[in-house]
């Protein structure tokens, strides 16, 4: 895979909240990662303390599921991981949980949006990073529209290898700024986000190979005009579309 895998990194997941915790897990398990679900703070520490059991390199904690005394203790047990606490209201909880260790995160958020600062986390915490270098020539590139954390467009460099370049694209800057540090840390090598609107897309006609993310266009907020402006430039560009594993269009686009 390319970018950073979390391929046997064990995650403690500390939710009660049923649907936001299995899709948590669900989002770290596609990227390899062992997880250990557990309801409570006390179970949590049982786990931790079980001389059996691998340390975690990372611990989601709830601010309904944790109190003050057992993050303490989660955080000292947990012996280095990277520590993420969850808040309805993060401004409240930050600089709490910023002295017990903990990066805080808003809830309710995106999972997807989560496996990416993870990813990040990993990547700085604990100095993982792929090997350096890129082809000195891509054989092919792809784009992936509306683009924002990133998250897509890692799933899309998965799929397509470390010699196709992908290319990110959004209208929002701060967006693309989120998302290149986030694939930096990771170590994605064949990566690049660009700032654009995707009714006008800023680039020359039989750019790319294929493009991904028209099938979800409509829910980026984007009127039905929008979304058929968009596929009008997504034919300029000469991409294939890629809609649900479905590949649709001219395979013999040039690059």
Not at 73 to 93: N, R, T, Y
Not at 137 to 154: M, N, P, Q, R
């Amino acid at each position: 895979m390319n970018g950073l895998s979390m391929d046997g990194y064990q995650c403690l997941l500390v939710m009660a909240e049923e649907p936001v915790s299995r899709l948590i897990e669900a989002c770290l398990r596609a990227h390899g990662m062992c997880v250990t679900a557990c309801a409570t703070a006390r179970q949590a520490i049982e786990v931790l303390r079980d001389p059996t059991k691998p340390l975690p390199h990372v611990c989601i904690l709830d601010e309904d599921t944790a109190g003050d005394q057992d993050t303490e203790e989660i955080v000292a047990l947990a012996k280095g991981a990277s520590v993420f606490g969850l808040a309805v209201d993060p401004a409240v909880c930050a600089e709490k949980w910023r002295e017990a260790g903990l990066r805080c995160l808003s809830k309710p958020f995106s999972p997807p949006d989560f496996t990416i600062a993870v990813r990040a986390a990993l990547a700085r915490d604990h100095g993982l990073c792929i090997k350096p270098g890129r082809p000195t020539k891509w054989e092919s590139a792809v784009l992936d529209l509306c683009s924002g954390s990133g998250f897509s467009t890692c799933i899309a460099a998965d799929g397509e290898g470390e010699n196709v370049l992908v290319v990110g694209v959004d209208r929002a800057p701060d967006a693309i700024m989120r998302a290149r540090e986030c694939v930096r840390l990771i170590g994605y090598q064949n990566i690049v986000f660009v700032a654009g609107d995707v009714t006008a897309l800023p680039f020359k006609a039989a750019s790319f190979a294929r493009a991904y993310g028209t099938k979800h266009l409509h829910l980026y907020g984007l009127t039905a005009e929008a979304v058929q402006q968009a596929m009008l430039e997504v034919e300029r560009v000469n991409a294939s579309v890629v809609n649900g594993g479905e590949v649709i269009g001219n395979e013999q686009s040039r690059i």
